[in-house]
């Protein structure tokens, strides 16, 4: 079974800039999350699709931070401007369903340097 | 107080050891997680648990529900297991993906 799949793996921006990750879940993997991970810090959801709906979002900055899963499968992560502290690993994830008996499985994630 | 507290922080072994990493937590869960992060970032899923004990080769992770206190043995330890161990709950009513994570656990098993 293919993991999830991010890319790219490391991005360096100037702050204000825009930037964009992408991940491909696991194939019929229906529930997909972002998580940012500083360093040092454990990671935080930013947001999590059911299909292509959005279950939680609640600790996204929406002032900058937005996401899509249009076709429920794949999903864009943008940040519009960047900030300094922006700089992270942001991970994505997905599991088979939403349930708590459903275990997550993480990719490789995309560390941004933001300068 | 963190919700998820680990311990210890960091643990350096001799390869061949058997080794113990903690977890406690302070809120009510429906699954507690263990996961391993390597170097650069990745992050993979070694267990999830509601309740008794799950083994995986020379990987057992025990939890007690009433206790809240979760551990994740590693027997003969080897050099490959060095990473960073997380745990990792989800709390009543939460999201599945809203998990409450601890800080990690260093782990460097040296030759």
């Known amino acids: 079974e293919a993991g999830v799949a991010q890319s790219p793996r490391y991005k360096i921006i100037e702050k204000r800039q825009s930037v964009a990750f992408w991940c491909n879940p696991i194939s019929g993997h229906a529930t997909l999350y972002w998580y940012q991970q500083i360093l040092g810090q454990g990671p935080k959801l930013l947001i999590q699709?059911?299909?292509?709906?959005?279950?939680?979002d609640s600790q996204l900055p929406k002032d900058r931070f937005s996401a899509e899963r249009l076709k429920g499968v794949d999903s864009t992560l943008k940040i519009q401007p960047a900030k300094l502290e922006d700089s992270a690993v942001y991970l994505c994830?997905?599991?088979?369903?939403?349930?708590?008996?459903?275990?997550?499985?993480f990719g490789n994630g995309t560390r941004l340097t933001v300068t | 107080k963190n919700e998820v507290e680990q311990s210890p922080q960091n643990l350096t072994a001799q390869e061949g050891e058997f080794i113990t990493i903690n977890c406690s937590y302070s809120v009510g869960i429906s699954a507690l997680h263990w996961l391993q992060q390597h170097p650069g970032g990745g992050i993979v899923s070694l267990f999830m648990l509601s309740s008794g004990k799950k083994k995986h080769g020379r990987l057992i992770a025990t939890i007690n529900i009433q206790e809240k206190h979760s551990s994740l043995h590693i027997t003969a330890s080897h050099p490959r297991d060095s990473a960073v161990y997380i745990c990792a709950v989800r709390n009543y009513g939460g999201s599945q993906g809203n998990l409450i994570f601890g800080k990690g656990t260093k782990l460097s098993v040296k030759p």
């Open positions: 994830a997905s599991s088979k369903t939403g349930g708590y008996d459903s275990p997550l499985h």
């Open positions: 699709f059911q299909n292509n709906g959005v279950v939680d």
